[in-house]
């Protein structure tokens, strides 16, 4: 088993849709989470950090579930420019372990 | 201010010879880390530095990888004999490190190698 899962898509959604996505981790002593957004041929860029009381950043929103070792993003009102691949990622004593990504393609 | 840099861009090399990537992290972060991505795959960890610690090099793959960091700024990543798998986006990115359960790390562009 991977130690982060997602799904890796591709979702492809018409501007204005709502998306969501999913990660799931194995290690149960992880302490941070993170979304990362990574275009095409480019390096990663965190998009934001995951806390367990969920926070919201605009139009994105993420959530941390412990209990079920589970991440989520949540992106309302998409954007062409949201067009990216999402990294989930988790944090393990400072060695970043990342999912391989959820490919999102917004079309007009 | 500048962000983490690499160099080179891009490295094309046969396989077998010796190649070296370098990494400039954002002024004053204590942290370095080595990743890599092979094509279609997802990010692996090599390998990472924190001030004047042994570095944790649990991530690289074969005795051909090793990794310095001088004067705790500048690392060099080092391919020995390289070989076709080692073909891939080598990311460097860098973190302040002061508490690394909310630590971030950022991302420089990459090398890109190609083992011909």
């Known amino acids: 088993r991977k130690e982060v899962e997602q799904d890796p898509g591709p979702f492809n959604v018409p501007e204005g849709a709502t998306v969501a996505f999913n990660c799931t981790y194995s290690n149960s002593a992880s302490q941070s989470f993170f979304w990362y957004r990574q275009d095409c041929r480019k390096e990663p860029k965190l998009l934001m950090s995951?806390?367990?009381s969920g926070n919201e950043d605009g139009r994105f929103t993420a959530q941390l579930n412990r209990a079920s070792q589970y991440i989520s993003l949540l992106i309302r009102d998409s954007k062409l420019s949201d067009s990216a691949t999402y990294l989930c990622v988790v944090n393990g004593r400072g060695k970043l372990t990342f999912g391989q990504g959820t490919i999102l393609t917004v079309h007009p | 201010g500048a962000g983490v840099s690499q160099s080179p861009s891009n490295k094309v090399t046969e396989k077998g010879k010796d190649v070296e990537l370098r990494c400039d992290p954002i002024s004053g972060h204590t942290a370095l880390y080595w990743y890599r991505q092979s094509l279609g795959q997802g990010l692996e960890f090599l390998i990472y530095?924190?001030?004047?610690?042994?570095?944790?090099k649990s991530g690289l793959p074969s005795d051909r990888f090793s990794a310095e960091r001088t004067g705790g700024s500048v690392s060099t990543l080092t391919i020995q004999r390289t070989q076709q798998e080692d073909s891939a986006v080598y990311l460097c990115a860098s973190s302040q490190r002061r508490d690394w359960s909310t630590d971030t790390q950022y991302f420089g562009p990459g090398t890109r190698l190609t083992v011909l």
């Open positions: 995951v806390y367990s």
């Open positions: 530095f924190q001030g004047n610690s042994a570095p944790d």
